[in-house]
């Protein structure tokens, strides 16, 4: 069974940095790309980022582009989400998935293990 956690969420100010973890279990990591997804009150869930967990490509989306790195670590089996600059707009419930391929892709329908998300609040 995949297991995808994430940790690292909280409440910063704006202007600040927050490290999002997706420690993933039941799966081929190296097999896979693993995304962030994020969404926020009233609005639907979008792509945020995306690595494929084989050659390393990564994906963005414009919104955090420049202040979102992801990262990943093949031997715990863990993606990151380095988040930086934050603006009160990048309040969400972060989800990270796994996607059925190993290319990287924002694609949501790409995706088809999800983790239960952790709350990310920005705000002074």
């Known amino acids: 069974e995949v297991q995808l956690v994430e940790s690292g969420g909280g409440l910063v100010r704006p202007g600040g940095s927050l490290r999002l973890s997706c420690a993933a279990s039941g799966l081929t990591f190296d097999d896979v790309a693993i995304g962030w997804f994020r969404q926020a009150p009233g609005k639907e869930r979008e792509g945020v980022s995306c690595?494929?967990?084989?050659?390393?490509?990564?994906l963005y989306s414009e919104a955090v582009k420049g202040r979102f790195v992801t990262s990943r670590d093949n031997v715990n089996k863990i993606v990151y989400l380095h988040m930086s600059s934050l603006k009160p707009e990048d309040t969400a419930v972060y989800y990270c998935a796994a996607a059925k391929y190993v290319r990287a892709t924002m694609q949501e329908s790409d995706y088809d293990s999800w983790g239960q998300g952790t709350q990310v609040t920005v705000s002074s």
């Open positions: 690595i494929s967990n084989s050659d390393g490509t990564t």
